[in-house]
């Protein structure tokens, strides 16, 4: 089993959509969660850090549910910039630790 | 701040021969340095980490023979694919972690093709 899954994707949405993606994570001493964002096989960029109280910035809400290692991402009024690969990013709150990143769902927002 | 520079951002070269990337950090010390790869639609998988002055730490699968990390400074570590091969044709990065609560920092990717 893979330590990080995403939803498959891809995810065809006109402008104004409401998309979620979910993801979980197997690795029950994973400590911290992020998104990320990947533009066109680029690095990719930090979306928001996920916290166990839930965040929002802006358009975007993230869900952290430690109890069923499941995290997700809301993206609201979809904009046609938001056309990207999402990745869902996990790891463990050792020093020194790498990130660990999901297989990524690409969202296409259309006009 | 914390930018780390990636150079090549792209390489095509032949088979058998190697390649090195690197990955500076420009404005930081990067005590530690991660390596991944990604191939087509596939998520970015670690290959290796490298810590200054010490022999880096191979992920399960990642020849370390083949791909040789140099990591003598606080500033480059040095990627390089010997002997490369096509099915070694990937999206190379380097990221470094910074203090918190500043997270980490990514290079800009190396896009090599091995025809």
């Known amino acids: 089993r893979k330590e990080v899954e995403q939803d498959p994707g891809p995810f065809n949405v006109p402008e104004g959509a409401t998309v979620a993606f979910n993801c979980t994570y197997s690795n029950s001493a994973s400590q911290s969660f992020f998104w990320y964002r990947q533009d066109c096989r680029k690095e990719p960029k930090l979306l928001m850090s996920v916290y166990s109280s839930g965040n929002e910035d802006g358009r975007f809400t993230a869900q952290l549910n430690r109890a069923s290692q499941y995290i997700s991402l809301l993206i609201r009024d979809s904009k046609l910039s938001d056309s990207a690969t999402y990745l869902c990013?996990?790891?463990?709150?050792?020093?020194?630790?790498?990130?660990?990143f999901g297989k990524g769902t690409t969202l296409s927002v259309s006009s | 701040g914390a930018v780390v520079s990636q150079h090549p951002s792209w390489v095509i070269c032949k088979s058998g021969t190697s390649v090195k990337i690197e990955c500076r950090s420009l404005?930081?010390?990067?005590?530690?340095m991660f390596w991944y790869r990604q191939f087509p639609k596939q998520s970015l998988m670690l290959m290796a980490t490298s810590n200054e002055g010490s022999k880096a730490t191979y992920e399960q699968g990642v020849e370390k023979d083949k791909f040789l990390i140099n990591h003598a400074s606080l500033t480059l570590s040095t990627l390089t694919v010997t002997s490369a091969h096509p099915e070694d044709s990937s999206f190379y990065i380097c990221s470094a972690s910074l203090q918190a609560p500043y997270g980490y920092t990514f290079g800009s990717g190396t896009r090599l093709t091995v025809v």
């Open positions: 404005d930081f010390q990067a005590t530690t």
């Open positions: 990013v996990v790891k463990n709150n050792q020093a020194g630790t790498a990130l660990i």
